[in-house]
């Protein structure tokens, strides 16, 4: 038997009958398609979600790239099981997807990119919105899509469609190969009308496997634990998409081994586990960069070993420190030189755990006894960081951390990507769930913080979501305020307003660059932007947009105005000046970075500033150590 509908129709209706099943669980696959309607998707897809009803809700985004931040803020939420859809017309509502395309794969987070593509059958050439290449009459500007998606293709007749789809969902619930999936249509295919087959149609479920590890590489894991007098674990991401939380904390409580975690990894242990021992890396703290410095042996799970996590290359600087990678992908399984257990996080750790148990496995006191005493320290350092004793003082930043460390419960979700804020999080943050912090760190994408607590209050309804944004990271993409409140989602903004690119300053400085380009300035008389600040009014922007808005100038008025948001059943921005951070590591500021990061130095300058900076990034890199 077979059913005759248009090609998008067909694409809709197989999308709302697909789900995924993992540990027993049972949810639907695709929750909802957000979209942009223009000329290249209005006549198809737009007239099949029409159609669908409310078996394919739909959610109306106000930009793209935003639109896809939302999506892949609700995949993470819902831990990699349902996803959203993504449609947008021809021309350049299909490139503004590549920035969120980019930042979805790069965090291995699925979401479905349903881009309107020129005519198949080339009626009229060029037509709107198309790009000409001389060089190839097959290329559109989706085909900029094909480096930043796991899957890709195009859709040229409507039969095609069946052996594509199938790979698109495959790909999207492939805990290996997850991130972002592109079905480039065609407008006139979209609307071509195709006789189905019942069974393509049919519901379908698709098994999220749980890999476990290869008993040889086990045994090698097992071996190299036992023998290790200083092991510490790097959680990253990994054990988040697994829901591997709990047999993290049972695997470290068991053996004592401290657990460090990357930006995608925090929250993995409850700050107040007696292994969790903080962030690692540049954005670490000194409780988990001191016992890097020191491991004889670490055990990755679940990460890909970014820059960040390494200190560029210097937090491990022993030559005899061995790793082992605990990775559903090989790709990642075998950084840093290591010993590769190719599993499922929490198959592995499982898997670890039991073969460790007879003899059972556990640190030294003595080493166990000075870390606790380390990450004691580092828990006054924190303390002192967020006090705010004086409620007619301007905040700082990590004082505004530490007037929402006080309101929120393990409910609350805090969500951020760019700024200065990720450092402050990473070192400071005490996580008090799994799914508390929200820190998109694998792509860094400024303007994600907006649109992506749009996705998360959709895939957690009944928690308080914070969005924390820089002045900067405002300005790039505030647009979503709109769907926010057109949704009446209860999202909490709060606009930290340091009138520029503050944290690209502070690095400019760092570098060389003093401060180059980085404050919201008018020109000065030889056009530098030194000039009088820039009359912006970001809270009377956000009030522009529908959300209520609330401004904090001290922190007394923002102790009110954060306990006012958090109660609110309905958008709210709290906007606040931030005082001048005191300086890192003057005993009484925040402290800073416990590790390099490597940002290039100009090797040759004219300018003191540079020069100088040159011979200590000179001095520091001669530490790099590259794992072979």
Same mark, same amino acid.
């Given at each position: 038997?077979?059913?005759?509908?248009?090609?998008?129709? $067909?694409?809709?209706?197989?999308?709302?009958?697909?789900?995924?099943?993992?540990?027993?669980?049972?949810?639907?696959?695709?929750?909802?398609?957000?979209?942009?309607?223009?000329?290249?998707?209005?006549?198809?897809?737009?007239?099949?979600?029409?159609?669908?009803?409310?078996?394919?809700?739909?959610?109306?985004?106000?930009?793209?790239?935003?639109?896809?931040?939302?999506?892949? &803020?609700?995949?993470?939420?819902?831990?990699?099981?349902?996803?959203?859809?993504?449609?947008?017309?021809?021309?350049? &509502?299909?490139?503004?997807?590549?920035?969120?395309?980019?930042?979805?794969?790069?965090?291995?987070?699925?979401?479905?990119?349903?881009?309107?593509?020129?005519?198949?059958?080339?009626?009229?050439?060029?037509?709107?919105?198309?790009?000409?290449?001389?060089?190839?009459?097959?290329?559109?500007?989706?085909?900029?899509?094909?480096?930043?998606?796991?899957?890709?293709?195009?859709?040229?007749?409507?039969?095609?469609?069946?052996?594509?789809?199938?790979? $698109?969902?495959?790909?999207?619930?492939?805990?290996?190969?997850?991130?972002?999936?592109?079905?480039?249509?065609?407008?006139?295919?979209?609307?071509?009308?195709?006789?189905?087959?019942?069974?393509?149609?049919?519901?379908?479920?698709?098994?999220?496997?749980?890999?476990?590890?290869?008993?040889?590489?086990?045994?090698?894991?097992?071996?190299?634990?036992?023998?290790?007098?200083?092991?510490?674990?790097?959680?990253?991401?990994?054990?988040?998409?697994?829901?591997?939380?709990?047999?993290?904390?049972?695997?470290? $409580?068991?053996?004592?081994?401290?657990?460090?975690?990357?930006?995608?990894?925090?929250?993995?242990?409850?700050?107040?586990?007696?292994?969790?021992?903080?962030?690692?890396?540049?954005?670490?703290?000194?409780? $988990?960069?001191?016992?890097?410095?020191?491991?004889?042996?670490?055990?990755?799970?679940?990460?890909?070993?970014?820059?960040?996590?390494?200190?560029?290359?210097?937090?491990?600087?022993?030559?005899?420190?061995?790793?082992?990678?605990?990775?559903?992908?090989?790709?990642?399984?075998?950084?840093?030189?290591?010993?590769?257990?190719?599993?499922?996080?929490?198959?592995?750790?499982?898997?670890?755990?039991?073969?460790?148990a007879a003899p059972a496995h556990r640190v030294e006191p003595g080493y166990e006894h000075a870390y606790t005493e380390a990450k004691a320290r580092w828990e006054a350092r924190v303390d002192a960081a967020f006090a705010a004793p004086d409620a007619d003082a301007v905040p700082t930043q990590t004082q505004v951390l530490g007037l929402l460390d006080a309101l929120v419960t393990d409910d609350d979700i805090l969500i951020n990507a760019a700024g200065s804020l990720p450092g402050d999080l990473h070192r400071l943050w005490r996580a008090r769930s799994p799914r508390q912090y929200h820190v998109e760190y694998g792509y860094s994408c400024m303007g994600y913080e907006i649109p992506a607590a749009v996705g998360v209050q959709l895939a957690a309804p009944d928690r308080p979501v914070w969005a924390l944004v820089g002045d900067g990271t405002y300005l790039m993409n505030p647009t979503e305020i709109v769907t926010a409140v057109q949704e009446r989602l209860p999202v909490k903004l709060v606009v930290l307003d340091n009138h520029g690119y503050a944290s690209i300053g502070g690095l400019s400085a760092a570098v060389g660059g003093e401060r180059y380009g980085t404050d919201y300035r008018h020109r000065d008389t030889e056009g530098a932007f030194t000039g009088d600040p820039l009359p912006l009014d970001l809270a009377a922007n956000a009030a522009s947009l529908g959300m209520r808005s609330l401004r904090a100038r001290t922190v007394g008025e923002l102790r009110a105005a954060l306990a006012e948001a958090r109660a609110a059943d309905h958008p709210v921005c709290v906007h606040v000046t931030l005082a001048a951070p005191t300086a890192p590591g003057d005993g009484a500021g925040p402290p800073g970075p416990q590790a390099w990061w490597d940002v290039p130095v100009a090797e040759t300058a004219r300018r003191p500033a540079a020069v100088e900076a040159r011979e200590e990034y000179d001095r520091r890199r001669a530490a790099r150590r590259r794992r072979l």
């Open positions: 038997m077979t059913v005759r509908l248009t090609t998008a129709q $067909a694409l809709i209706a197989f999308l709302a009958r697909q789900y995924t099943e993992r540990d027993g669980h049972r949810q639907r696959l695709i929750g909802a398609t957000w979209g942009i309607f223009g000329h290249g998707n209005v006549a198809g897809v737009g007239q099949a979600l029409l159609e669908a009803g409310p078996r394919m809700p739909y959610l109306q985004g106000r930009n793209e790239q935003a639109m896809v931040h939302a999506a892949v &803020g609700y995949a993470r939420q819902s831990g990699r099981l349902t996803a959203h859809a993504v449609t947008t017309s021809i021309g350049p &509502g299909a490139t503004n997807l590549v920035t969120g395309a980019a930042l979805a794969t790069v965090n291995h987070l699925p979401v479905l990119l349903l881009p309107g593509d020129t005519f198949a059958t080339r009626p009229a050439d060029p037509v709107l919105q198309q790009l000409e290449t001389p060089y190839a009459g097959d290329v559109s500007v989706n085909d900029c899509l094909r480096p930043v998606s796991r899957y890709f293709d195009r859709i040229t007749r409507p039969e095609a469609l069946i052996p594509a789809v199938l790979q $698109a969902v495959r790909t999207l619930t492939d805990p290996v190969s997850t991130g972002a999936v592109t079905l480039a249509l065609p407008q006139d295919v979209q609307t071509e009308a195709y006789d189905w087959p019942d069974e393509f149609l049919a519901e379908r479920v698709w098994h999220v496997r749980r890999p476990a590890p290869d008993p040889y590489e086990l045994e090698q894991a097992v071996r190299a634990v036992r023998a290790a007098r200083r092991p510490l674990i790097v959680a990253g991401g990994g054990v988040r998409h697994s829901a591997a939380e709990a047999a993290l904390a049972a695997f470290a $409580a068991t053996t004592g081994i401290p657990v460090a975690t990357t930006q995608a990894g925090k929250g993995a242990l409850r700050h107040d586990h007696p292994q969790d021992v903080g962030g690692i890396g540049h954005t670490g703290t000194a409780t $988990a960069d001191g016992l890097a410095r020191e491991a004889d042996l670490v055990i990755g799970v679940g990460t890909r070993w970014t820059d960040f996590s390494t200190a560029s290359g210097t937090l491990f600087p022993d030559p005899a420190t061995r790793f082992v990678n605990l990775n559903v992908t090989g790709f990642d399984a075998h950084k840093q030189a290591a010993l590769p257990l190719v599993a499922d996080a929490r198959a592995g750790l499982d898997a670890l755990g039991e073969a460790l």
